[in-house]
Nanobody, 121 residues
Framework: QVQLVESGGGLVQPGGSLRLSCAAS????????MGWYRQTPGKQRDMVAT???????NYADSVKGRFTISSDNTKNTVYLQMISLKPEDTAVYYC???????????????WGQGTQVTVSS
């Protein structure tokens, strides 16, 4: 089992900045991917940004140039720095952790509890 503890989020004005953090603990293997997804009521949960333990990064087109994902492998922690926030960034942001757990590629996926980000004046 892997536990995820998120922090950050809150209310910010348009154009403002926020930083999210997510720390993983438990049965963590050598190779994993962490990331952030977001969801608004009635819609599916969408990928925002992901980063592998080796440093490979992927962003959703809608956040490129505004959001930066980073990680501290010594702490198994991932960060999401968000700048130039827009009202359409308002959502519940979920931390995601996934890793391969056996030789045939079975993947275990874990989610954080979610943190609300509201961009409003």
């Amino acid at each position: 089992q892997v536990q995820l503890v998120e922090s950050g989020g809150g209310l910010v004005q348009p154009g403002g900045s926020l930083r999210l953090s997510c720390a993983a603990s438990g049965s963590i293997r050598t190779i994993y991917t962490m990331g952030w997804y977001r969801q608004t009521p009635g819609k599916q949960r969408d990928m925002v940004a992901t980063i592998t333990r080796g440093g490979l990064i992927n962003y959703a087109d809608s956040v490129k140039g505004r959001f930066t994902i980073s990680s501290d492998n010594t702490k198994n922690t991932v960060y999401l720095q968000m700048i130039s926030l827009k009202p359409e960034d308002t959502a519940v942001y979920y931390c995601n952790f996934r890793q391969i757990v056996d030789t045939i590629g079975t993947q275990s996926i874990y989610w954080g509890q979610g943190t609300q980000v509201t961009v409003s004046s």
